[in-house]
């Protein structure tokens, strides 16, 4: 598997687990608060606990979302190419 293979499936899995972990952090920040999240945080009108907790929530998840289906990928590519990704290569 060459170098665009890990591409396509780093990049894919990385943008999966964002589109789902968005839709996951906006249902449980809607249940928790009772309302929906801000739409947009730098409004003036928002106050800012109220957009530092939804920056805070969101971000982490999705972050931790995306490191965990990009480790995934690279464990499935490297079990099917029998090397890691070139760009997860240690060097030296």
């Given at each position: 598997?060459?170098?665009?293979?890990?591409?396509?499936?780093?990049?894919?899995?990385?943008?999966?687990?964002?589109?789902?972990?968005?839709?996951?952090?906006?249902?449980?920040?809607?249940?928790?608060?009772?309302?929906?999240?801000?739409?947009?945080?730098s409004?003036?009108?928002?106050?800012?606990?109220?957009?530092?907790?939804?920056?805070?929530?969101?971000?982490?998840?999705?972050?931790?979302?995306?490191?965990?289906?990009?480790?995934?990928?690279a464990?499935?590519?490297?079990?099917?190419?029998?090397?890691?990704?070139?760009?997860?290569?240690?060097?030296?």
């Open positions: 598997m060459g170098k665009l293979v890990w591409k396509i499936m780093g990049t894919g899995a990385a943008e999966g687990a964002d589109v789902v972990a968005r839709k996951l952090v906006t249902a449980g920040w809607t249940v928790a608060v009772g309302k929906p999240p801000p739409g947009h945080p409004e003036s009108q928002m106050s800012w606990p109220r957009a530092i907790g939804w920056a805070a929530a969101s971000g982490a998840f999705v972050g931790v979302a995306r490191l965990l289906a990009t480790r995934k990928a464990a499935y590519f490297t079990k099917s190419a029998g090397h890691p990704p070139m760009e997860l290569q240690k060097v030296g």
